[in-house]
């Protein structure tokens, strides 16, 4: 049962930081060039931290993937509070319910 809430929690983990990587990426590759270096430095980290929710898969480490999962869990809520300010609900009910469903999946592991 561990083995299974550990690859859970990391797969959650992992499809929540390459779909914000999707995102940034669109954005990047869609912005005008004004805004396109302030998308490009937010592609940068949605990068890093797809490349760290793939790390748990490799090496398996607990306490490593929980530090990962609350840091996208913290990242999906934050996106949800953007939703939130631009008035978009699909920008806010999606980043929310990931983050939610992530939470779920990190105390699930913490049992």
């Known amino acids: ?9 990391a797969l959650i ?6 779909t914000s990587l999707g995102f940034s990426i669109h954005v990047s590759l869609s912005a005008r060039y004004n805004k396109q ?9 949605s990068i890093a931290l797809a490349i760290a929710c793939l790390i748990p898969f490799i090496y398996h480490s607990k306490p490593l993937l929980i530090e990962i999962a609350v840091t996208m869990i913290i990242v999906q809520l934050l996106d949800a509070a953007i939703g939130i ?14 983050a939610l469903i992530n939470l779920f999946a990190v105390i699930w592991i913490l049992n």
């Open 1 to 9: 049962m561990v083995m299974t809430s550990y690859y859970i929690c």
């Open 13 to 18: 983990t992992a499809i929540s930081a390459l």
């Open 37 to 45: 270096t302030s998308a490009f430095y937010a592609s940068s980290r």
């Open 85 to 98: 300010s631009i008035k978009n609900k699909m920008k806010t009910y999606g980043p929310a319910l990931t």
